[in-house]
């Protein structure tokens, strides 16, 4: 009876077309606080079986206090007015977690491979957190996942959390929908005994068997400007209500997401722009093109970061847009030495790159 129930609500109470939704992650409560660690706007495309994506930063300053503090302060109403004002689109539902809900569901389909870039070494006593990862490989259930999601000690500081943020919630849904509807739907409930949402169980299965048989995920970094003293400001936001448009769409493939990197000698503004349309021309559209050179990297390179995608294919990408150049072709993981370089180089020139993409094109000749 209970799954004829939901059979029933599925067929007759189904999501519409396009669902806006507002994810909420809020911290431990220490002092009677409880701050939004995570504040992310997902538009999700049934008809298309896309996902867009925008983590807006925790550190965001707007009227002279930081946007995490507005939930507490200001209550969720408020806070869904600023984030539907960012992104121009109306908030449909809404979710609202603690990380114990990252942990049960890392346990329950994980483990999750990430890659670790540089020591990740903090300890905060007051919140229970234990972080503690070497540069590699890892292969993470809950606990040591949401550690990883959670670290922002380093030069990037909110803006890096926010990259593995998307990475990890683009693998999790990867690795959910792997599993058969059974294993899914009690993962499913147990997730919604301990959220306060809006969503209906039924809704959640009703996206899961549209997403089933392949989706994409795209993502859009949230515009930042930066004051004299590093406070971050909302910056220019066109673009970014462009992106979750549905006008904005357009005849080009969207199987790939990408990033090139420019390590030419063409260290100009100029070049890029003919880079975007040459690969816009070809039917293929960059999530980013950025400046980088006097790295080791002498030849044109790609990087497949997700393993799914087929060396051929990129291959013939890549010799559609370049018929001209030689490119090397391989697997992130397979030169990760170099790969985490590349990384770092860009991240330590404000360049942040989005780790979740599939592979990244660099330039050299």
Do not use: C
């Not at 997403?211 to 400007?225: A, H, V």
């Not at 004299?228 to 673009?239: C, E, F, T």
């Not at 349309?277 to 950025?290: H, R």
């Amino acid at each position: 009876m209970p799954w004829i129930n939901i059979l029933l609500s599925v067929i007759y109470s189904p999501l519409d077309e396009e669902t806006n939704f507002l994810v909420l992650g809020l911290d431990k409560d220490i002092q009677n606080t409880r701050r939004t660690d995570v504040i992310m706007f997902l538009n999700i495309n049934v008809k298309n079986r896309e996902i867009k994506i925008t983590n807006i930063p925790r550190d965001l300053i707007i009227n002279n206090s930081k946007i995490n503090s507005i939930y507490q302060k200001e209550g969720l109403g408020y806070l869904k007015e600023l984030v539907e004002n960012f992104v121009g689109k109306k908030i449909d539902k809404y979710v609202i977690v603690d990380y114990d809900v990252v942990k049960l569901v890392g346990d329950r389909i994980g483990p999750i491979e990430v890659y670790v870039d540089m020591p990740m070494k903090y300890t905060d006593y007051s919140q229970n957190l234990i972080i503690d990862f070497d540069p590699g490989i890892h292969y993470l259930y809950g606990e040591q996942l949401l550690a990883y999601m959670r670290f922002r000690k380093d030069s990037l500081g909110d803006i890096g959390r926010i990259e593995r943020e998307k990475y990890i919630i683009n693998q999790l849904i990867k690795a959910a929908l792997k599993k058969d509807v059974f294993t899914l739907a009690k993962v499913f409930k147990e997730v919604y005994e301990s959220m306060d949402t809006n969503i209906k169980t039924s809704e959640l299965v009703f996206l899961a068997t549209k997403f089933k048989d392949g989706f994409s995920i795209k993502s859009y970094s949230f515009p930042i400007k930066y004051d004299v003293n590093g406070n971050i400001y909302p910056g220019d936001l066109s673009k970014l209500k462009e992106f979750f448009s549905s006008k904005s769409l357009n005849k080009v493939d969207e199987r790939y997401r990408f990033y090139i990197v420019n390590n030419t000698k063409n260290q100009n503004r100029t070049y890029n722009v003919n880079l975007h349309y040459m690969w816009k021309a070809a039917g293929y559209i960059p999530e980013d093109i950025y400046f980088m050179q006097n790295t080791n990297f002498l030849s044109d390179t790609v990087y497949i970061v997700n393993e799914e995608v087929k060396i051929e294919e990129v291959e013939k990408i890549v010799k559609t847009v370049h018929p001209k150049r030689n490119f090397k072709i391989l697997l992130a993981k397979e030169d990760l030495e170099n790969y985490l370089i590349l990384i770092d180089t860009l991240t330590k020139n404000r360049n942040y790159p989005d780790l979740s993409v599939d592979f990244v094109v660099i330039l050299s000749q």
